[in-house]
Nanobody
Framework: QVQLVESGGGLVQAGGSLRLSCAAS????????MGWFRQAPGKEREFVAT???????LYADSVKGRFTISRDNAKNTVYLQMGSLKPEDTAVYFC?????????????????WGQGTQVTVSS
């Protein structure tokens, strides 16, 4: 069992930066594939980025070059550094985790989810 708690959301102006954190608890949390998803009002939840236990990453095209996912296995924490933010990045951002090798970018492929943190980008 893995519990995930996100933090770091807030209001930021377009062009600004924000860093989200996701603290994972559970004995084997550091071995899990960790991901970030987001859901804007009236839209489906979508993939943002994912990182495996060794630090390899995968990004959605919409955030590539602007967002960076990283993890600190000693702290069981995953980060999402967001830069050059746009109003269309406004959404609730969710941390997710699953066990296993490979990369996954679909909502149904992740077993554990946090409660989400709101990110609002003003124009």
């Amino acid at each position: 069992q893995v519990q995930l708690v996100e933090s770091g959301g807030g209001l930021v102006q377009a062009g600004g930066s924000l860093r989200l954190s996701c603290a994972a608890s559970g004995r084997t949390a550091r071995t899990y594939l960790m991901g970030w998803f987001r859901q804007a009002p009236g839209k489906e939840r979508e993939f943002v980025a994912t990182i495996n236990w060794s630090g390899s990453t995968l990004y959605a095209d919409s955030v590539k070059g602007r967002f960076t996912i990283s993890r600190d296995n000693a702290k069981n924490t995953v980060y999402l550094q967001m830069g050059s933010l746009k109003p269309e990045d406004t959404a609730v951002y969710f941390c997710a985790a699953r066990y296993g090798a490979g990369f996954y970018d679909q909502v149904y492929e992740y077993k554990y989810w946090g409660q989400g943190t709101q990110v609002t980008v003003s124009s």
